[in-house]
């Protein structure tokens, strides 16, 4: 470790990352040396010090403090001592590896506004019932987390400040069921995408593969029940799930599809089940604790190979679109096709911006163009990253075509892999459309000191028009307030999503502002084209979720219903996804552009 650290995080700095074999959210061994030099990087770029809590204590809205430590001892007893801790510490950001549960350590507000009053640590789903239980008889909100790795979208955060956080992963991580032969598998919340792949492959399973997002350390059931995806042919998430065992928020617990058969021998393999499928209510929702899941595994294809083509001009775009969407569609592009401009070429080397310019302002072309021709890749604006799957004679099928659909754009380089050192980016794209779990994809948060993110995420039609309609959308909000652009087009099977990540340095309000105001002028933006964002950051919710209000918001009222019905006191989650409780409706909590860093509403009735 280097030792030019700002001594307030000193010993965050300078302890190793944990293993692991050591820790639920450890790193496996062969991407140890990779995290050392990740974790290096980001902190010689922070600056940010540790400082004292000023808004302590943190108490839930509705409830006395003396009555909240009064229950808060009433559950230790319930479920022991060291399974409930107040949270009244310095907040320590750590990093990726090291995340705290405390609160957002990508903060996109003030890091004292989304936090939890109390942590708990349940080892059962019967534990989970006891804490659901309580909070229901205090009337004390509680926000669960998988691992509380969800960066980009709120982290560990509650929706609202002072709820109890139920941390499921730290003492719920068994992998309960791998199955060889029908390539499936059963896991509990804190299964991160690292300790499947690691139990697979010692179980010498290698017929199996394990579909993995860009990082690998979050959470199978956090990341699929917020229906985030990977790159392989099963890279949707919540469509190769198959089975949840959920706690509901008046404590009963349910299993979904043939989970609710006694005896069944099919609930990881047939998701639906006999009646309403009712899977979809728990995924982006505040309408149960998911405590087990099931999800299908790959099978091993018999080979592969990752190909990358660059293209030179900004205009290309909506030609690259055009092509993409048949082969797409026909499954000759068969993982999720990954368009990346040029300014993630540069920003993915990990370098912070200030070692290619120092300038004031976006970054000025010739500047990016300099850098990207200094890189193994050489000079570009977009760059596609693919993987073709099974034997040789049918990837050089499949391979043949993309390359002579490909080449009809003017300028057009396919990227020669034994030209590319080990540690170049293209490789990280290799082993993740393998399904081997990585962490290059962090790298580019250190663009900016303090390093955060946050992402632009609309969906459209795979067609050339919208990609330059959304492309220049974004353009236009980044250049007014002074933010560089990263945009990614990726596209499914019949539809495309823009992913436009936003870095920031969390440490200054100023550019935390900028980022969130570039955002909600993004997002009402595309609204009113048409496009509406698949997933979004927690204080973004109430906005993205006003966007979807056709049929004067039936949606929403449906929604509500569902709230009320399921969780009649309020107590689970309250906000996520905009959804409010009855007793939280009206009192001004919903967060819109007017909000500024409050997350705070007038009370609870």
């Known amino acids: 470790m280097r030792n030019a650290y700002n001594m307030s995080f000193l010993d965050e700095a300078q302890s190793d990352v944990p293993l692991l074999s050591e820790k639920h959210s450890g790193i496996p061994d062969f991407l140890l040396k990779k995290a050392r030099e990740a974790k290096a990087d980001i902190f010689e770029t922070r600056t940010k010090p540790r400082v004292a809590r000023n808004r302590l204590p943190v108490i839930p809205p509705g409830v006395s403090p003396q009555v909240f430590f009064n229950a808060l001892d009433e559950l230790r007893k319930q479920i022991g001592e060291d399974n409930v801790e107040i949270n009244d510490k310095p907040l320590k950001d750590g990093w990726y590896m090291e995340h705290p549960n405390t609160h957002d350590l990508m903060a996109a507000v003030d890091e004292e506004e989304l936090v939890p009053s109390a942590l708990t640590y349940p080892s059962s789903t019967e534990e989970v019932q006891q804490i659901v239980l309580w909070a229901n008889k205090h009337s004390i909100p509680i926000f669960p987390i998988s691992m509380g790795r969800n960066l980009g979208y709120g982290g560990s955060a509650p929706r609202v400040r002072g709820s109890v956080v139920i941390d499921l992963g730290r003492q719920m991580n068994k992998i309960l069921n791998i199955s060889p032969e029908d390539y499936t598998c059963l896991v509990e919340p804190g299964v991160s995408f690292f300790a499947l792949y690691e139990a697979v492959k010692a179980k010498g399973y290698d017929h199996l593969w394990v579909d993995v997002p860009d990082v690998g350390g979050g959470s199978v059931i956090g990341n699929t029940v917020d229906r985030g995806v990977g790159y392989t042919p099963y890279g949707d998430h919540w469509a190769c799930h198959s089975g949840l065992e959920v706690v509901l928020p008046t404590g009963e617990v349910i299993r979904t599809g043939m989970g609710a058969l006694p005896g069944n021998n099919t609930w990881q393999t047939f998701p639906y089940g006999f009646g309403p499928y009712s899977d979809g209510i728990f995924s982006q929702s505040n309408f149960g604790i998911v405590t087990k899941m099931g999800m299908t595994l790959m099978p091993n294809p018999g080979g592969y190979e990752s190909f990358m083509y660059t293209f030179p001009k900004e205009d290309d775009l909506a030609e690259l679109i055009e092509i993409i969407r048949p082969l797409r569609i026909g499954n000759i592009l068969e993982n999720v096709a990954q368009l990346r401009h040029v300014t993630q070429t540069i920003a993915v080397l990990g370098k912070p911006r200030t070692s290619i310019y120092t300038g004031n302002g976006i970054l000025p072309n010739d500047v990016v163009h300099k850098a990207a021709a200094d890189t193994h890749i050489g000079d570009h604006t977009w760059a596609y990253y693919g993987m073709s799957y099974g034997p040789p004679h049918i990837r050089q099928y499949k391979l043949s ?10 300028g057009a380089r396919r990227i020669d892999p034994s030209t590319l050192p080990p540690d170049e980016y293209f490789w990280a794209r290799d082993r993740i459309a393998a399904g081997v779990p990585d962490i290059e994809e962090l790298r580019w948060v250190n663009w900016m000191p303090n390093g955060a993110h946050i992402a632009f995420s609309p969906v459209s039609p795979i067609r050339g028009a919208d990609a330059t309609r959304l492309f220049e959308l974004a353009k236009r909000r980044h250049d007014q307030f002074g933010i560089d652009l990263f945009p990614a087009f990726c596209v499914g099977l019949r539809e495309m999503h823009l992913i436009v990540e936003i870095v920031f340095d969390r440490a200054n309000p100023e550019r935390r502002k900028a980022a969130m105001d570039c955002l909600r002028h993004m997002i009402d933006d595309a609204a009113a084209c048409g496009y509406g964002e698949y997933r979004t950051h927690l ?26 019905a399921l969780d009649p006191n309020g107590i689970l989650a309250p906000g996520r996804c905009g959804i409010w409780p009855k007793k939280y409706r009206n009192r001004g909590w919903e967060m819109t552009k007017d909000s500024g860093e409050n997350s705070q509403g007038d009370g609870v009735a």
Do not use: C, H, P, S
């Open 401 to 410: 075509i993309i390359d002579a659909e490909f080449k009809r754009v003017a």
């Open 539 to 564: 204080v973004l919710m109430d906005q993205v979720a006003g966007t979807y209000n056709w049929n004067d918001g039936a949606l929403m009222k449906f929604n509500e219903k569902l709230k009320d």
